[in-house]
């Protein structure tokens, strides 16, 4: 098959056989690039994944207080950062809704690998009067490359 450009670092490779639409290369770095760009398109323009993806951060914060705390207390900035953000989304949705404690972005998890990759399933956080809600089975890559 014939080379073709990377669409994050522009070196040349080929494409494997078996992704024929592939557009980044192999290295770590571009695949990061190429799954933050999946991912911040994907919350652009999929109500549903935003939604997950809240829940899955809201769960995960649940599950792992120390790391967040830690997190926070070692990058006050951020902190101060995801207060001005959710200040100004409180702003635009004229202060209604729910406002959960700073809802992070996938570079808050960089710092640490919390986590392995893998098959999970993913319990969303029930909101009050939900009596029920779906399992969802989600694949986790860790993008955490030091
Ligand atoms: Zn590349």
Redesign the pocket.
């Given at each position: 098959m014939a080379k073709r450009r990377?669409a994050?670092?522009?070196?040349l490779?080929a494409p494997r056989r078996n992704v024929p639409q592939q557009r980044?290369?192999s290295?770590r770095?571009?695949q990061r690039t190429r799954r933050r760009r999946w991912q911040r398109q994907k919350l652009k323009t999929d109500a549903d994944y935003r939604a997950n993806q809240a829940a899955a951060q809201r769960r995960w914060r649940e599950l792992h207080p120390a790391y967040w705390r830690r997190y926070h207390q070692s990058h006050p900035e951020y902190a101060e950062r995801n207060r001005e953000r959710q200040r100004e989304r409180n702003r635009r949705s004229g202060g209604a809704g729910p406002s959960p404690q700073g809802i992070a972005n996938m570079d808050a998890y960089r710092s640490q690998k919390p986590f392995c990759s893998g098959t999970y399933g993913l319990v969303p956080v029930a909101a009050p009067g939900v009596a029920k809600m779906d399992t969802y089975v989600v694949e986790m890559q860790v993008i955490f490359t030091g």
């Open positions: 990377c994050a670092c522009g070196c490779f980044y290369c290295k770095a571009c």
